[in-house]
Each structure stands twice: as C-alpha cells, then as structure tokens.
C-alpha cells in the first residue's frame, strides 16, 4: 500500500479542513502571527508507532518541519518523544487534534495487532491475523495501513479486489456450487475466489468447485478443528487456503489459530481499536530549528 | 445538528464509494441483475439506536425502500430488528458494509454515552455529558451525532465555534490574563470563552478576566473539589462554568460530577468506541414489498 | 480566523479555476512562453488593505514571487502600489482577474467597515460593528475576514456555531421562552443563546428565560432606547448583550450605536460592498528579480 | 447558458453546505422534527426577478415543494410575493439564508443592468449594454446569468472563450499589430479577437491586423467619439466593432452609447451591485399543501 | 463490477459538466424553453452495445426519460436504434455529445473486444482475452466495463488489487526468487501474484518461488510454445496460470492463443479502441411520451 | 490554453488516484523504501511529442526530478529517449502507467494531426485541420492541446463558446433564418456564429441571416465544391468561413481541403486515435542525478 506523497497530503488535508471549519479563531486571537514554536509529540502508554509517515507528510505540507524518531511499526514505551516539530506557532496548534487523532487511532490499531500477532507467533503458529472491511468509514486507507504496521494482513481492500461469496450471496444466488462455478469462469484470472460456509460439507462442497479459499463463519474453535479434519480427508488441506472468522478476539485467538486455519481474521481490529495515549506539547522556539 | 437530506446524502455517498472501489464484483457475478430482496438488520446486543436517519437517507438515495422500526435514540433489546430493507439485490449487498459499519459505530457511540448519562442522572447529578474533539477523523459530524443521541453534548464541533485557550495557547501567548482579555476584546461577542487551567489559583485570574468557563484538565476529584471551593468563595460559581476534563471515564464519571462541575467531558466516548454488534441478513423478496 | 496557508490555497486555486476554464487562449497565443515579467498591483482610491495575505498564498502557490507594502488591515492612500509581483509573465496575465476581483472585493469590504467602526469610536461608544450572514455564497471566510480586518465583529460564521433564535423560529416553535428553555437545557453548553425579539415585553421574556443576547429587529432608535430602558429596569443590562439589527446602515449607524446597545449589526457591509478600485500594470522583467 | 437541473443542483447545494457547517443547531433544538410549513418569499423593494430558477431548483432538491409567482426576468412591485414555499420547516429555516443570499444579489444585479439598458434603449440607441470579468469569485455563472436576465450582454465567460489582447498582453508581447497577427494565425478560427487600444491610432492599426472588436478603454467619450470618426475614415466602421470599457457607470452611460460604439461595458454591474431586499416569512402549513 | 446507480451518476455528471461549461448557449438562444423532443440513438455502423446502463442513468438523472431497445453486450447490426429518450428538448441537447462520446468509445471496445473473442472460441481454444492498465486516464471503470461487455477480462484494476512483478520492479529489487518470496510471504492471502519473466528459466524460477500466474512479456510465439514447454516438463503446467503479453494484436491473437497459456492480454483493446459510429436524431414530440 | 502548473497539476493527480486505488501494493512489497532509480521514456516508434509539459508537472509534483529532451511539438524519432527522471523508486514504479498512458495519447493525437496538416500544406493549402467535440470524457483540454501540438485548430471547447447551430437545434427551432436572427441578436457580441446546413441554398440563407462561420455536414467533395460555388456567387466567400465536416479522414482530407473551405473537420482525431507507442525503463541510480 504505497501511496506517493502527494495523494497522501490530499487525503490528509481533508482531515484538517474537516476540523478548522472557517479557521482557528483561538490561536488568531491569543497567538502573534509570526511566532514559532517547537513541539514534542509523546506516546504516553507503550505502543507500537504508526501514523508517523503521515504525520511528517502532513505536516511538511503545511510548512511546518518534523522530525520522526520513530519508524512507523517500531515499538514506542511511555512517555517516549516520537516527534519533534517545528515551525509557525499557530500552524502547529491549528493541526494538533487533527495529527493526533489520526496518531492514536493508527498506532491503536497496530498495537492491539501486534499484540495478537506475537500471542500467534509465540505459540509457534503461522496463522495470519487479518482484519476485515470493518474499517471506520473515510479512513480505509489508514486503517488497513495500521493492521500492516502491526503485523497483521489486510485482508481485502474493496469489494473489487477479490470474490468473497458470503451467505448473504448465497441466499440470492441459490446454489453453492454453481455460484462459486460462474465466478470461476466469468471473473476475472486476476482475482482470488473467497467462500463462506456453514458446515464442513459446504466446505468441500466450495473446494470442489474450486474456491481458492475457504472461510469458517462463526465456527466455535471445536467445529473448525473437524472441519479442518474433513477438508484434509477430501484431500484439499494445502490446496485451499482456510480462514476462521467471526466471534474472534484478542482472548481466544489461539484456540482458532492453533487449529490449523491459515487465517483468523477479527473485525475488532479496526471496528473498536482503543486509540493510544498520545500528546503534544509545545515550547517557544530556541535558536537552533529542529 | 440538523442537516437538510441532500447535503448528509453525499455524505454517505462518499462513504459507500471508498468501500466500492470500481465495483462489486462478487454481487456482479452471483446474484442475477433483476434479483430482489429484502432484508433485515438487526441488533446481536443491547444498545441505543443511532445512525438510523442516516442509513435511511442512503438506502433510499440508492433507490431502495428502507422501514425503520426503532428511532434514533431509543434503546434496542438483543436480537430485535431495526430497519427492514427491500429493493435491488446487488444494491443492497453491495452497501451492506457501509451502513453497518457506520451503524455500528454511531449506535457505539450512543450506548455509551447513555450508559454515562445515566450513572450520572441516577447520582440525581445535574452534571453535563460532553465528548471531546477526539473524533475519528471524517466523521466528526457523525460522532457528535451520535453523543447528542446518547444524551451527551457535543462540545466545541470546529476550531471555529468557541475560543478554548489550553495550555499550549498560554505557552505561545504569554501571560493567562493579558490572553483572556484581549480573546474579550477582539474576539466575537457571538462566541464563548473557555480557559483550561492548571490551578485553582489560574482559575480565579481566568474568571477574573473574563472567561465564560473554566477547564479543569487533568485534575484528581480531589483537586477538582478544592478549585470549586476556590471559585466559589472568588464568588465565581455560578457565574461561571466549569468543566472537568482529562483521565475520565465510565468507571470514574462520579468521582468527577458529584464535584460540583457543570460539565464532565470524556475523549474516551468518540475516540475509543466500541462498535455495537450489528448484522444484516437477506432473504428473497417475497410478493408484498415492505 | 487563522487558516493554514495549504488550506488557504486550495480554496483559492478553486477560484482560479472557474475563471480560466480550460486555459488562457490569449497569453498562450501572445505571450511567449519563458517571458518573464514585473507587476505591480495599486490601489487607485484611498481604503483598508484585505486580501493581502491570500494574494501572497495564491500567487506563490503558482510559483510566482510576490512582496507585500502593505499588511492586511492598513490604511492605504490612492496610488499607492501595495505588492509587486515578478515571475512568468503568462501567470501573471492569467491569474491577474482572480487576483483582483478578490483584493477588490475584500478591501472594499474592509474600507466600509472600517468607516463605519470609526464613526462609532469618534463618537466615544463602544459598540461593536457586526456583519451578519448576508456574504456571497461561497465567499463566507473571505467576507467575514474582511470584515475582521476593517475592524468589525464577524457575528455567527455559520449555523452550527450559535443558537440564534429568529422569529421565523418562534413562529415554528410557539413559545419564546418554552424554545428559549429547550434550547438552553438541551443546546450544547459551549453555544451562545441568542434570540430576535419584536418588543421590549419579549426582550425581557428571553431575558428571563435565559437568552445570552437580545436582538432587536427593525427598531427605530427610539424603540431602541425605550427597550433598552425596560431591560435595564428589568436588571438586565449588563447581564445580557443588545444587539441592534436591521435597517441600519453607514448613515444611521450613531442613532442606534448611541443607544446603549453592545452591538449593531449591517447586512450592507457584504451584502453591499462597493469593490475598492484595484489596478495590475506589468512590465518585462528588469535584470534584478523582486 | 443553459444548464441541466442536476449541474445546477451541485453548484446551489455546495453553497448550503458552506452555511450549514455541521448543522442547523437552532432549528434542531426549537423547530419539531415533522414541523411543515409554509413560506412566502418577498420583494421589499422594487427590482428585476433573478435567481428564480436557481432557487427553485435548490428548493425541490432539498424535497420542497416551491411555486414561482414571477419569471426571471420580470420585474417585481414592491411587497410584491414572488414564490411560495411548503414543506419540512427544518429544511426550509436552514435554507432560507442561502435562498435569500443568492436570490438578493442576482436580482440586484439584473435590476441595475435593466435601468442600465432602458436608459439607452429609451435613448433610441442599438449600444449592447455588457458586463466585465469583475464578478464575485465562485459566482461567475449566477452574476453572468444575472446580466443576461437584466437585458445585458455577458462579453467573455473565461479565459477560454475570446482572445483579448489588453494592454498588459502587448508590454509583455511586443508589438501590437504582430500580436493580433499571430494570434489572427494560430488561434482558433472560432474564436473572436478584441483588442484593447490606448488612440485612435492603435484601432486602426489593430483594425488592419485583423481584429474583430476593438475596446476603446478609459477613453471620455470625446475620446471614443473622435476615435470612432479615425475609424470611420479608414473604412472599419461596421466592419469592426466598437467597445468602450473603463469609467463608464449608470450616470455617464449614455454619454458613451450615444457615440456609435456598439458596446459599452460596465464592471460595477457585477462587481459593486446593489443586493435586493428580499425576505422570507414562514407560516405553520395550514391542511391544503401548495 | 456492480456499482450502484448513484455512484455511477456522479461519475457520469462529471462529464456532462466538463464539456458543458457556464452553459449550452446556443439551446438557450435557439430552443424554446419548454419544448420537448423526442430522440433515437443510433447504430450507424454493427457492433456490440456497451454504455446503455451508463446512458440511461445519466439521462434519467437529468430528468429525462429513455428506453433501451438493446441491453448491453448485445449485437447490433448497422441502422438500428438502440434507445429512445424524450424529454426537456434543451437537456437533449445538451447531453448529446456527452452521451455519444460514452457510448461509442464504450461500444467500440466492446465490439473489438468481441472480435477478438470470438477469433478464440471458433479455434475452439479455451485462452481468456484481457485487456491491459492502457486505459484513457479517467476512463479506467467504462474501458473495463466495455471489456467486459465484449466478453474479455478485465485484468488487474487498480495497483492495489494485484501483486504485478514486472521488469522494471526486479531491476529494483535485485533477485527474482526473493522478491516472490517476499511478496507471498508479506503480501497479503488474499491477492494472487504475477510475476513478469523474459525466458524460459526465469518462468520456471517464479513458479518454483510461488507465483501464481506467469507473464511472458513480448514473447514470440515460438518463445511462447518453447516456454510452455520447458513449464510443462518443470510440472507447472496447470498450476499456475501463463498469460502472454506484449506485441499481441487481432491479427496474431491466434498465433499466442494456441500455444497453451491462460491468458492472452492485448493493450490496444482500450489504449486505441477505434470508436463506434452513433448519432442521434431529434424531433418534436409527438402526443403520446415515451 | 495557457494553465497555470497547480491547476494542471490538480487534474494529472486525479489520473493517478484512479490508477492507484488504496496503494501500490507491489512496489510497497517488493521495492525498497529508500531505494531511488533513473528511468528513461523513449518513443519506440516515431511521433510528435505532446504531454511532455503535464508529465514534468506531475513528475516533478510528487518530488521526482524530470528532465525533457524534447519539446511538446517536436518530432521524435523511434527509439529516442524523450525524458529522464530520478528519485524514488516507488513513486516512479507507480506514476509510470498513468505517465505513459496520458503520454501515449497525447503524443498519438499530435502524430495523426501533423500528418495530415503536413499533407495539407504539402497540397500548398491554406485550410486548417480542425478537431471536433469527439474528446474522450474527461480528456478534453489533454485532447485538445494534443491536436494544437499537432498544429490542428481545437475548435470549440466547450458548449459556452461559440453558438453552433446543428440540425438538431433547427429541428427543435423551427426555422433556420430566425433562429439566427435571435442568436445574433441576443447572443453575446463575444461568440462567433456557426451553422451545420445541408444545402447550398440553406447556406445561402445561413449567411444572409449573419452566420459567421458555414459548415457543410457530411458532404461529398463535389458537392462541396458545388456548394462553395453557390455561396461565391451569392458574394459571401471571404465575408463567412466556410467548414466541411461528416466523413472526412486522413484518407481524403485533400479531396476535401481543396475545395476553397476555410476549414475541415475530422471526428477521428481525438474520437479513434492511435496511442503511440512509449516505454519507460527504470535503472538503479548510479551516483549523479539528473
């Protein structure tokens, strides 16, 4: 998920028109015009750092200079200075809840993922962790890029990049197999062909038409266990990809993980991330800019 | 918070077009282009309602007939239905995530808010509910939205629509009193002054100056109780208002409101939501359309 | 009304945009295309320099070097060259109307502001010179700027920053002071209650039920006085801010100014403005760059 | 200039979503959420109906119903109502500003270029009576309209639709019979060519380059009458035609069209109108719907 | 690549404003203002009918009524009309070039597209015809579309919905092997990746490092069938999937297609797509609407 | 069509944001984040370069270096390398489809222009190459500039600036004669007059009613120079242009060209071009940059 600069900024500098309204009446008022300050932004709790690309990018934009001292995925402990900035006083205090907001809510998302990705690697497993299309709308972009910062996979971007048949579809659509057989023949060679099943019989059913991946929805951790164990006797364990979702947490990923998925994808990720501690305090400028 | 339909339309319409990329390829290829449906979304957990005018409003700007059986606002029991959906097939699977993924989060917001609200109005508490300006970004108007359906207040929406001095403005500005009063002089009559402090002391020379309310941030009750008492023999309660802010959450609310502060606001409502359980299903359209 | 100068920027490209349509057929045909020139831009009567700061934003943003000779809100005289400008002449040329239309209209704004709030000092009183929402769609921040620059108060910037209740309110609503009552249990605390009252009965009646500013509507100054008379042996004045609206102009403005009322509001200052008489001369460009 | 509704639509709406930010907060805590009612929109002073369409194109957008009682270009007695309005009172409170604000200035303008044009149609005189390019940035299209519905002539919409030479293009060109020349050559056989010369002299010469129109600016009209003579007796009259620009108001007009130019040309049409006085009232809706 | 109605309307209205300008000037000089006309759109030369979707959501957006005689995909043989419209006669109008434009360049895609399928099927082979990102810049959904439509495959969509190792990439990344390897192992589960090779061993190294689908780019035919060899004896062959690439025309499509790869992809389909003839006639309408 | 380089650089980003979706997932995967590269752009068949001018601003827009080899407008020889560009890898790995795609098109509309202006002038005519409104949506100032670089005339660009009366129109208008009249009378003085005619008579009638430009639609050569006869007879020739339009291509543009009209038209130019085609290798950056 490369983005060049100049895309990025865009996106970003909605962020902020949402937010300054007709302008900052506060720092126009209170703050001399040409003042320049120096800011330090400070995680408060430990955390992984994400966000930080987009922070220097916005904050370049603007005309402001910063200056990271973290990469974006490394981890952060408290009370550690992440940033530095520096620049025009009232430029900086404008764009503070807007930078912050988006900090905290990335460097959330990619702490409670790597939290979830190193409980898997620490039990030895290669499961994937995934997110799901439940990203809070606007902020698909950022919330995807934090689930990567993490660790984790981002799953599908949009509902164009992969052939995800769920029960929904399936309900329209009427038969398993000859849904998942039209998509074969009629989609396109570029896209993978994702089903969702109910059962373990489905399942086979799915891999026999020639799903490319299987997803186990709302499976308790036993009935995945079996129905691994039917997908292997069918002979297509290693042939299909098989992901377990719906009802995962932080709590009882291992018991999904460790049942041989090649996936667990959660929702709450990105649908509820608790937003990282994170502040930003200024100074007046010294001599010597950042 | 009134918005006229057209102009919240594109709101959402934005929302549905990140999702969508250059298409749904998955209905496009399973479900036949005639199909009709009709579905129901339904709550998996108790919460309050909110985010229901806006699924309204898009649903039938797609051209779908949309049923709310819940306003925004009132509280919803498990598993009952909120909103029956008919129309085109494709349409609706094809908005499915949007609207829930928006629901979600506004209904989050809103239990939560009420949640507090109400530990607050059972202490028999005249204390105010407000969130804070840590919004998601984008979707600032649905977050404060959603607080406002809870019971809470809105707080400032813009950097724009209230002078609120912190203390990183008296960093930049200099002396608290001299920034006080000259935001009196230059600034609108039309909007409020309100002053974060840091002492009960700086709270005497806020509203000795002129604030119209004053900040406690980052008090402890204790503190928080102390500086009232200040105030209040300055002969400033009642006069002026004032907010604690700053380390308060559901768990604490009441060690706060029963200081006798007019407002406690909380980040932790619009920044960290939990997202409500929320699930849509389709079935084939029937004879009688909803 | 501090806005950060990419904002800034893109608001003003968005006007640059609308004039020039798919591209400037005459400089491309006439001017050669590395020519380089030096212009200056002169007030060709006496008025308040607006639109100063967003000349600078829009002109360098085109990669264009422009000086200022003036600040925003200075007094300039007739002939007096207030920027010089100097770069790539078809920029120049292209840019040139949308430079001028906007400096014009805001400088003009300025200069009738700031007659009218001289007026008001020359005379001893303090009341402020307000405009209201009466600004040319599309142009509300750079209107009320001006309006900031020439001395004036910038009222409500939009309908989402005061509560102001109008009588096409109260003739929805019913009751004033039930609507009053409502508004103020039920509005956020960080907004302003103001509310247009057609006598002095209803002036105190706000009053009473909680108003924070008092419009009169369409007074003579002699209802005016009358009213203020009432609210004063009401125990009101000093309590509440008066404003006085409607039908007041350059003209009369000490007839109502004089009268103890906090603010008097003009539509005519936007809505009205006579465009200050702004000329751009360019020549080749010298050997020494601006 | 004609344009479809839905183009329409998206200019008018942008302007509500200026003045709304992010939300009518009085009318959503005063007026009931099913409230109807009923509005009449009225002139308070004579004038030109202008903005009629725009306005009811705006109206039914936004789910109104509205009912024009005069066509644009009309002209409107005082008190006299022009449109009536029923529907959602929400929505009609929180368009009423917008409505007024553009309705105010299209028809001031069209009622000044009116005056304008009988002044020298009841002189007896063909002259076209034309607006500039000093138009409010963002309004182009509704102040050309404007001019168009007054009787006036709308000269070039962008920098894309004529080739105008002015006196800055030739400093920066060079000569002025090579410019007209070149441009006469590479431009577009579509488009026209007008130059702007400072004598008699340079009309003849643009004249014999190949101009199409020549604008005589800043020129007294003793001026433009000996100039029109020079070009008379080199054989260019009727040939060419004859624009006088620069200085030329309501008061001097005919002064200027009565000297056998074919246009005359007026920036403060557009630049410095006259806003109408305009008002809207509501009403609760009675049982019959307009 | 379903997208709903209202998306698609405002990819549509955006070309409908780019070519319409301040507006039709001549309708509105020449066509009454309330004629209305009844229109026939028609085939002028036989072909596949792509864009009747687009076009009748674009006209019934602009309140226009239309019939479609003809669904898309369908062939048309030269003379036929495929849709009627009736309605406001200036919005005919104006719409006209926009509509054709869509249509004919959609229609010619389709149609070649269907050429070149149809070349394939009669061989009785089984290879998918693609088209290619050499789409026109801000045409990427109707070119695709189109493809569709004439029965090809729409290939990659975005740079984010597939993993595409080409030359240029592995000249940055050094070795071909690690760079699979790398992008199966962080790349997400849900994208397939394709890796561009320039012989015979390179395809067999990419295969071996896991990639999904093999490009032979600008290949010879001979190349080709060598290649697949050498992939066939490798044991690749039916496992991962081969396109050929580069050089590839209507006319030598057979020569690549019978050479056993999946996939053949030709740049021309929507990089040069010769436009089809379509015109539309207009007249009065007749008593009884469409 | 001059543009200034931020409004030309808005509309190229739009290109890449549809090209580039969430993010280059390959190049994020494969290239290195530091990593920079030189690449070279070369014409690998000869052609008329157009589009160097918008890919130095988008280029250089997102932080590459770019430099031109040739100019827009010169001729280019196969295998040359028309530009060279540094900096990062990514950024150039994702900006090159867009890069080529608008290059191509450009550079294939400038060829087929040029060769058939060069056979005109090689025929020793004076008659201009004209293009039509058959511009891909979207595309309309990268088309039209394309056909100037060609040495073509663009025509109208949009529906606002010039009154071309069509058949369609008359069909609508009534009769040909009064429809100019009206145009001529309450047009803008600024626009020229075009009428399509399908006679030497309406012709005839076209001019004497003030048309300033004839066009003779879908004509054959004879009955071009029949017609143009006509019109000299009736004194008209030299005092209106005369255009042949409908069924003219680079086949029999002279059988057209020489028959006395000013100007001829052809659809295909911009409707149906050729890409050319354009190849952009990249390099690791050796130790100078460009």
Redesign the interface.
Known sequence: ???????LE?KL????????????????????SR?T?E?EVRFKEPGVAAGIEESIVLLE???LKAQALFRDGEEVEANQVIMKISGD???I??????L???L??MS?IATVTRQIVKKVLNAKLKT?V?CT??????????D??AVLLGGG?????????????KG??I???GNLQD?IR??KE???????I?VEVASAAAAVKAAEAGAD?IMFDNFSPKKVEASVGVLEKAGFLGKV?V?ASGGIAAENVLAYASKKV??VSLGEIT?????LDIN?????QKSSPV
Chains 1, 2, 3, 4, 5, 6 share one sequence.
């Open positions: 998920m490369f983005l060049p600069r100049k895309i865009e500098r909605n962020m902020l028109t949402e937010d300054i309204g007709e302008g900052d009446i506060t720092t126009a008022l209170i703050v001399p003042a300050g800011a934009s603007l005309g006083a009232r430029t205090l404008s764009v503070e809840r807007t912050l907001n988006l905290s809510r959330g994937r995934a299309r439940k990203t809070a709308p606007g902020l698909l972009y950022f995807k890029k996979d981002t799953h599908r971007l949009h509902l164009d990049d992969m052939i995800l048949i929904n579809h309900t329209m659509a849904a039209s998509a009629k989609g396109s060679f570029s896209k993978k994702e991946i990809l992901e090649d996936i649908e509820s991330p608790k937003a930003l305090k200024i100074a007046r």
